[in-house]
Structure formats: C-alpha cells, structure tokens
C-alpha cells in the first residue's frame, strides 16, 4: 500500500499571545490571542476606539504589551531593541515584519527612489546599488517605475500611499502590517492603493490589514477577525464572518456597510 503524505502546515510567522495594553487607567487590549500562518491574509475590522490600530502596532513591538508576549518564527521579542539571550530584539522583529501607517511619513525633501532605498542602505547597510536595483523593482510593481525622481509634494495621496508599500516591501520583510492604509485618502484614489494590497496577497505575501473596506476584505483574506471593545468578538473564513454573521454585534457593524 502506498502511504500519502500530509502536506505539513504552514509555520506561524507572527504570533500575539495575551496582548494587554493600558494607556494610564484605561485598558485598551484584554488579553488578545492572534496567530498568523505564512502566506495568510488576515483582516481586522471593527468600529472605531475597538483597539484594531492599537493591537497592530503591538505586533511590530511599536506599542509595548503591559502584559503577553509577541513571538516571531517561535522567538519572543523581548523589551529591548536589541535581542538578549534567547529574545530576539525589537530591532530584528521590524527588520522582518514591515508596517505601513495610514499617513505616508515619506521624507519630503527625498524622491521616491530616495525614500525608497533609505531603509536597506541605512538599516540593513546593502550596498547603493544592490538597495537601486531592488527599490527599483518594487517601484515597479506599485506602478510608479515613471516618478522614481519625483519629491512627495508632486504626488498624488495614493501616488504617496503606494511609495510607502515600497518602501515597506524593499526590506523584503516576512509580514506586513498595514494599519488603515486607506482611511487618509480621498475616494477616487483608493481603488489604485488596494488594487497593488490585492496583487500582494495573490502572490502570497503575508499580511495582517486594519481596514473599514469591507467587500475589499471579503475579497482578499483567508481570515476575517471582528475586534470591539479591546477584544476579538469573533473570527473565522470571510464567508462566515461578512456575508453569514451569527455575532449581534458584528451584525450591527455590518449594516452600516450595506446601506
């Protein structure tokens, strides 16, 4: 007889266990749990003041947990920007793990190409033009190769927001974050943005999104998590938790998308 092997599971890249974060007496994350597989796309919805953005950058270690821990590839990430012992550093974790925020934070002064190569010439201290060669095709791929000398004062937002993604994708990171990418940008310039957001999850990236566009949501993730009040209410497969909902409250959420 001849045995079938099991295609092995995909390795957790970034894990959150227990997260709780207080600012002075308030507690906004109550111990939140969150594993996220390679190649998965995870979506985090949720209304407004929920903890979503806040529960994000504790995954890249930007906002330090008060209590639970972060794990990359296994590792704990601990306090310090450099590891430790068995820790790995803060350091490391953003060096593998890329965010990209709902303003742009390019460098105003910097062309495209510029801000682009800043973070591999300066934090992984790649040679100029191997950081050149390899921001160049990234510039490409969110279709901006013709505004490479370009100042971000001559770009549009989404022109901007896609610079970021670059930016963040030249680190070659293992995951990416992207915490409300769309929110700061005017209506018609949102499509081009999570237009290149969709061709990255089509060619596996590893992705946590905060977002309100929920049908883009539906689309794109393996995994839909539903956030309020600093907690997880409920997640599961995008069938399940945007078009069945069975939670009252994510029902509630919902109908303000559906008219």
């Keep these: 007889m001849t045995s079938v092997s099991t295609p ?3 390795e957790t890249v970034l894990e959150a266990r227990g ?3 207080r600012f002075g007496a308030l507690t906004v994350l109550h111990g939140i749990d969150l594993a996220l597989a390679g190649g998965e796309v995870v ?7 929920s903890g979503k953005s806040t529960f994000i950058r504790c995954m890249n270690m930007l906002e330090a947990p008060d209590a639970g821990e972060i794990r990359f590839r296994g590792r704990q990430v601990g306090s310090s920007f450099r590891g430790k012992g068995d820790r790995l550093g803060q350091g490391e974790l953003r060096r593998h793990v890329g965010m990209v925020f709902q303003h742009f934070n390019l460098f105003p002064h910097m062309s495209v190409l510029e801000n682009v190569i800043e973070g591999p010439t300066t934090v992984q201290r790649k040679p100029r033009k191997e950081a050149v060669d390899i921001a160049m095709d ?6 901006l190769a013709e505004k490479r000398d370009a100042r971000p004062d001559q770009l549009s937002g989404g022109q901007k927001q896609r610079v970021a993604i670059a930016r963040a994708l030249t680190m070659q990171p293992d995951a990416l974050l ?3 990418i769309t929110s700061a940008l005017d209506p018609e310039l949102v499509g081009e943005v999570l237009g290149v957001v969709r061709g990255l999850a089509e ?3 590893t ?12 689309d794109v993730s393996d995994r839909v998590v539903f956030m309020e009040g600093g907690r997880i209410a409920e997640q ?4 399940g938790i945007l078009r069945n909902p069975d939670n009252e409250r994510l029902k509630t959420f919902l109908a303000r998308f559906h008219g």
């Design 8 to 10: 092995a599971a995909p």
């Design 19 to 21: 997260i709780v974060k």
């Design 43 to 49: 979506s985090i919805i949720g209304p407004s003041g």
């Design 138 to 143: 990234y510039i490409a791929k969110v279709g």
């Design 178 to 180: 992207l915490d409300e």
């Design 203 to 205: 060619q596996g990236m």
């Design 207 to 218: 992705m946590v999104i905060v977002t309100h566009e929920i049908s883009f949501a539906a």
């Design 236 to 239: 599961g497969s995008p069938d």
